[in-house]
């Protein structure tokens, strides 16, 4: 998907995938294959999203393709029509949408859908998603019988359903009354941040219902959602929307220490090669986590060559047990090995629990304890955080609460991967608040799902010659690195003890397999590295969506930290810091150096700017040292 309009919007008629800004009297929104997004009444964001989904009965989401689209729009109202089809190994569904923004502010978003196969299916139909930032706001909700709930936005992260069977929701933000309403089916809301989206999500069908569930051909699915803003009588009728000019950046004054970060071994069982080695060695690890699975043969010769590797890195392991049928067995076997380890730390789970349950955890302490283990113990869940958050384990005999993140459960596109980062802090603030007083670790943080923990049916396995569904392609780009460099702020301000990433190799890491050319972000952790036992201070950012930063300083050093998230060639403003940098940038001309010669790039002395105003090329990510 695109980031940006058609450089020149004029010189054909807008496609579908461009961005489409929209206006309905004092309301924006944009328009982006079929997602209706940023939804504002001047600067105020009101809703971050709407869309359809279908999703099978393992709950991936069939995408769209969108044909016979159609379009006016004026300066004050827009209409939109088109086609979408959902189609993959006999699932075919397709529906036709309108989309009308009307004068006085009110946009209606409505489908009418046939099934054209038998399938099954865990839902289809909208899904409306109110941004993160409407935490803590009082509502008001109108149930199917037309009674009424007085509640709020939660402020921690909510473990279940906050609303039940909602056919209106009004609340008020900023000054800006809002209520949408929803037609054609039961909805409810779950708290997105449990799978780091920044937003509260309003969907159909109810998750207390039965699924997966089977559709007919020729079933009939229409639903619609309406959504009315206003200001107060009295209140200025327009206020400017952000537009897309240079983005300002200022120092918050708040510092946060940086945590350990440590990196992933492929579970294939070899010590890394001498080459891999020497890059791994060169980003500092604070450890390197390894998977010990009990059920799986030879998992003593793998756990042997984790070490191995480890050791030659310079750094300690980070041991994830996965406890089989016999756990007791399992963790005598792992204890009479663990002093050949070197050890940073033990996560213990569960194999058949998404959460990691008490008795489980009370063991493993006994017996590891009992051995003379004396490495920190963690434990929760090696899924997601709503898996921790619906299942919180007893902490009496845990040193720290673990869960993974992954940017991709729910949506897929640039735009909605940049908007997950300031969740993943709310996630490990979420989970400091159950953690009673111990640390919360966060392994791994992968770009794309490493395994379905709610799969209903088995995942289909990838053909011959494609790429395994965990491997995302923007791994190995300046995208990829911009989105890491950000996650790491977001963790390291939100107090997380220690964070792990992505593989040392291979599709899932840092570099080709075998220690040759290296991807855009091995440079976002050499820089940390840098910096490695210092602090971060995040930048606030007018516009993070487009431009985030931070500061990192140690031992009298600083250096800042520029990520430009969009396609397009962007200024940002820095306001705080003064006098002059050295910068170096890592984009589109400088990126065949830094992949295939890292060390010439980074010796490579940047260019003397004042501070003030900076060009930030499309999806680049700028070091500023100061001089």
């Given at each position: 998907?695109h980031?940006?309009?058609?450089s020149?919007?004029?010189?054909?008629?807008?496609?579908?995938?461009?961005?489409?800004?929209?206006a309905?009297?004092p309301v924006?929104?944009?328009?982006?294959d079929?997602?209706?997004?940023?939804?504002r009444?001047g600067?105020?964001?009101?809703?971050?999203?709407?869309?359809?989904?279908v999703r099978?009965?393992n709950?991936d989401?069939?995408p769209?393709?969108i044909?016979?689209?159609?379009?006016e729009?004026?300066d004050?109202?827009?209409?939109?029509?088109?086609?979408?089809?959902?189609?993959r190994?006999?699932?075919?569904f397709?529906?036709?949408a309108?989309?009308?923004?009307a004068?006085?502010?009110?946009?209606?978003?409505?489908?009418?859908?046939?099934v054209?196969s038998?399938?099954?299916?865990?839902?289809?139909?909208?899904?409306l998603?109110?941004?993160?930032s409407?935490a803590?706001?009082?509502?008001?909700?109108?149930?199917?019988?037309?009674?009424?709930?007085d509640g709020s936005f939660p402020?921690?992260i909510?473990?279940?359903?906050?609303f039940?069977?909602?056919r209106?929701i009004?609340?008020?933000?900023?000054g800006?009354?809002?209520s949408?309403?929803f037609?054609?089916?039961?909805?409810e809301m779950?708290?997105?941040r449990?799978?780091?989206d920044?937003?509260?999500?309003?969907?159909?069908?109810?998750l207390?219902l039965?699924?997966?569930?089977e559709?007919?051909e020729?079933?009939?699915?229409?639903?619609?959602?309406?959504?009315?803003?206003?200001?107060?009588a009295?209140?200025?009728a327009?206020?400017?929307?952000?537009?897309?000019?240079a983005?300002?950046?200022?120092t918050?004054?708040?510092?946060?220490?940086?945590p350990?970060l440590?990196?992933?071994?492929?579970?294939?069982?070899?010590?890394l090669p001498?080459?891999?080695?020497?890059?791994?060695?060169?980003?500092?690890?604070?450890f390197?986590?390894?998977?010990?699975?009990?059920?799986?043969?030879?998992?003593?010769?793998?756990?042997?060559?984790?070490a191995?590797?480890?050791?030659?890195a310079?750094t300690?392991?980070?041991?994830?047990l996965?406890?089989g049928d016999?756990?007791?067995?399992?963790?005598?076997?792992?204890?009479a090995?663990?002093?050949d380890?070197?050890?940073a730390s033990?996560?213990v789970?569960k194999e058949?629990?998404?959460?990691t349950?008490?008795?489980w955890i009370?063991?493993?302490?006994?017996?590891?304890?009992?051995?003379g283990?004396?490495?920190?113990?963690?434990?929760?869940?090696?899924?997601?955080?709503a898996?921790?958050n619906?299942g919180?384990?007893?902490?009496?005999?845990l040193?720290?609460?673990?869960?993974?993140?992954n940017?991709?459960?729910?949506?897929?596109?640039?735009?909605?991967?940049?908007?997950?980062l300031?969740?993943?802090a709310?996630?490990?603030?979420?989970?400091r608040?159950?953690?009673?007083?111990r640390?919360?670790?966060?392994?791994?943080?992968?770009?794309?799902m490493r395994f379905?923990?709610?799969?209903?049916?088995?995942?289909?396995q990838p053909?011959?010659?494609?790429?395994?569904?965990s491997?995302?392609p923007r791994?190995r780009?300046?995208?990829?690195?911009?989105?890491?460099?950000?996650?790491?702020?977001?963790l390291?301000?939100?107090?997380?003890?220690?964070?792990?990433?992505y593989?040392?190799?291979g599709?899932?890491?840092l570099?080709?397999?075998g220690?040759?050319t290296?991807?855009?972000?091995y440079?976002?952790?050499a820089?940390?590295?840098?910096?490695?036992?210092?602090t971060l201070e995040p930048?606030d950012?007018?516009?993070?969506?487009?431009v985030?930063g931070y500061?990192l300083?140690?031992?009298?050093?600083?250096?800042?930290?520029?990520?430009?998230?969009?396609?397009?060639t962007?200024?940002?403003?820095?306001?705080?810091?003064?006098?002059?940098?050295?910068?170096?940038s890592l984009?589109?001309?400088?990126?065949?150096?830094?992949?295939?010669?890292?060390?010439?790039?980074?010796?490579?002395?940047?260019?003397?700017?004042?501070?003030?105003?900076?060009r930030?090329?499309?999806e680049?990510?700028v070091?500023?040292?100061t001089?």
């Amino acid at each position: 998907m695109h980031d940006h309009e058609p450089s020149n919007p004029d010189a054909r008629e807008p496609s579908p995938s461009d961005r489409i800004r929209l206006a309905a009297g004092p309301v924006s929104a944009v328009f982006e294959d079929g997602f209706l997004r940023y939804i504002r009444l001047g600067t105020v964001e009101i809703v971050r999203g709407l869309y359809s989904a279908v999703r099978d009965h393992n709950w991936d989401t069939i995408p769209g393709r969108i044909r016979d689209f159609r379009m006016e729009r004026g300066d004050d109202s827009f209409a939109l029509r088109y086609v979408s089809e959902h189609r993959r190994e006999g699932i075919l569904f397709s529906w036709t949408a309108e989309i009308t923004g009307a004068p006085d502010g009110t946009i209606t978003y409505s489908m009418d859908g046939t099934v054209l196969s038998t399938f099954r299916k865990n839902r289809i139909g909208f899904c409306l998603l109110h941004p993160m930032s409407l935490a803590g706001l009082p509502c008001r909700v109108t149930h199917s019988d037309n009674s009424r709930e007085d509640g709020s936005f939660p402020s921690l992260i909510s473990p279940h359903q906050p609303f039940l069977d909602m056919r209106r929701i009004e609340y008020e933000v900023r000054g800006v009354r809002v209520s949408q309403d929803f037609e054609g089916e039961v909805f409810e809301m779950e708290d997105q941040r449990n799978w780091t989206d920044a937003s509260f999500k309003t969907y159909c069908t109810p998750l207390g219902l039965p699924f997966p569930v089977e559709v007919r051909e020729g079933e009939r699915i229409r639903q619609r959602i309406v959504i009315r803003a206003s200001r107060p009588a009295g209140s200025p009728a327009r206020v400017g929307a952000p537009d897309s000019g240079a983005v300002v950046l200022k120092t918050t004054g708040s510092e946060y220490p940086l945590p350990p970060l440590g990196f992933c071994l492929a579970e294939g069982g070899e010590a890394l090669p001498p080459a891999e080695i020497r890059r791994i060695s060169a980003l500092a690890p604070g450890f390197l986590r390894t998977e010990v699975r009990f059920s799986r043969e030879g998992w003593a010769e793998r756990l042997a060559a984790a070490a191995a590797s480890a050791r030659a890195a310079g750094t300690s392991l980070q041991a994830a047990l996965h406890l089989g049928d016999d756990p007791a067995v399992d963790l005598d076997a792992f204890a009479a090995r663990a002093p050949d380890l070197p050890l940073a730390s033990v996560l213990v789970f569960k194999e058949g629990e998404k959460s990691t349950s008490g008795p489980w955890i009370a063991e493993a302490r006994a017996r590891l304890r009992g051995a003379g283990v004396r490495a920190p113990i963690g434990s929760g869940t090696d899924a997601f955080f709503a898996e921790l958050n619906r299942g919180r384990p007893p902490v009496t005999d845990l040193d720290f609460l673990t869960f993974s993140i992954n940017p991709q459960v729910h949506a897929f596109d640039d735009a909605s991967l940049v908007e997950t980062l300031p969740a993943q802090a709310a996630a490990v603030e979420s989970a400091r608040a159950f953690a009673g007083g111990r640390g919360v670790a966060v392994s791994p943080v992968t770009f794309r799902m490493r395994f379905n923990p709610n799969a209903t049916g088995p995942e289909p396995q990838p053909k011959p010659g494609e790429p395994p569904a965990s491997a995302d392609p923007r791994q190995r780009t300046l995208f990829g690195a911009g989105w890491t460099a950000a996650s790491a702020a977001s963790l390291a301000a939100a107090g997380t003890a220690s964070v792990a990433y992505y593989q040392c190799s291979g599709l899932l890491g840092l570099m080709e397999t075998g220690g040759g050319t290296v991807f855009p972000m091995y440079h976002v952790f050499a820089d940390l590295a840098d910096f490695r036992g210092g602090t971060l201070e995040p930048l606030d950012s007018e516009d993070p969506l487009r431009v985030s930063g931070y500061v990192l300083r140690r031992d009298g050093r600083s250096a800042v930290f520029l990520v430009n998230h969009t396609g397009e060639t962007t200024e940002a403003i820095l306001e705080g810091p003064t006098g002059r940098f050295r910068v170096r940038s890592l984009d589109g001309g400088t990126l065949p150096e830094a992949a295939s010669d890292p060390r010439a790039f980074r010796a490579r002395n940047g260019a003397r700017i004042p501070a003030g105003r900076l060009r930030l090329e499309p999806e680049a990510y700028v070091r500023m040292d100061t001089e």
